[in-house]
């Protein structure tokens, strides 16, 4: 009787020992679902989430470039996503990053949208306009510079109730019928005369919070230069630390040479512009200030910058995308 409870004995420890290995060796069917599940979820947000330049109110009340996330693939639901940022209270609010604010008024409708060989048509409900007189022209430059920073969109047409807007009402100012960024933004006027007027748009360095953010600063002034020529001579100044904007180009860079060819743009430098030599680094802020300016000035799908005649940076533009 005692061996046969021993061999039973035996056989149950044995039997409880075989099940728990099983246990480990095979997971459950509901394990491997949700594992799979949680891999196609993860796929699909990479997939689909990307993220885009958006052009918003800072506390300085300047138009800055900031990013958001956005999830439509399709050039006509990706400007309506980046609409509906832009207009205060609406649904999207949430995506606005801290430090910044919506410019478009609560009650804009956004009636149609329509893309067309580079260019994209918007019509709008009257509300659009429905701000103050210090704020209707940053409508307008808030849409073209947002909307125009989609792939493959050059210009854009904004309707109002189906009329294409010419003229902003309280402002008076007159609108092009195909607007573009060189409409300008956050303009400042420095002109004596109404001989050789240049317009530049330089891009300058802000913080919220120690993250960094970029403004656009279209100039207009009486300088016949080639674009980059002033470009750096601003970034190089002390004077842009007066209205909130800075600039992180060392006061002693000089630009030594410019070659134009089709498509790139080719900058050399003196070695001021780096920030350490032994290395020969050039500051990210550096960096994104002189090829966002490019960007915009240019029409060039390609920067490169050179010191004292030797590579230091290929293709600027792909490196700030």
Known sequence: MLKRFSIKKIFISTSALFAILLLYIIPSTDELDLTNNLSQEISYVDNELQMNEIFLLDSYNYLARTQVVIS???????????????????????????????????????????????????????????????????????????????????????????????????????????????????????????????????????????????????????????????????????????SNLMSYLNSNTKLLAVEETIDKLDLNFNSYIFNNYDEKSILEEVIYTIGLSVRDNYDVKEVNIYVENEEIIKSVLKTIE
């Open 72 to 242: 439509e693939t399709e050039i006509e639901k990706k400007a309506e996503e980046l609409i509906n940022i832009l207009i205060k209270g609406s649904s999207s609010e949430g995506k606005v990053p801290n430090g910044f604010k919506a410019v478009l008024p609560s009650d804009t409708k956004v009636l149609s949208i329509e893309y067309k060989d580079g260019v994209l048509k918007v019509n709008f409900s009257e509300e659009l306009l429905d701000v103050t007189e210090q704020y209707e022209e940053q409508v307008i430059e808030a849409l073209v510079y947002t909307l125009t920073s989609l792939e493959n969109v050059n210009d854009i047409i904004i309707y109002i109730d189906g009329q294409i807007l010419n003229k902003l009402p309280k402002t008076g100012i007159n609108l092009p019928s195909v607007l573009n960024r060189k409409y300008g933004i956050n303009k400042q006027y420095d002109i004596e005369n109404t001989n050789n007027i240049n317009d530049v748009t330089i891009y300058y360095v802000n913080k919220y919070n120690d993250k960094t953010y970029y403004v656009p600063v279209t100039k207009y002034m009486n300088d016949d230069r080639d674009k980059i020529k002033i470009i750096v001579e601003e970034l190089t100044s002390s004077s842009v630390y007066n």
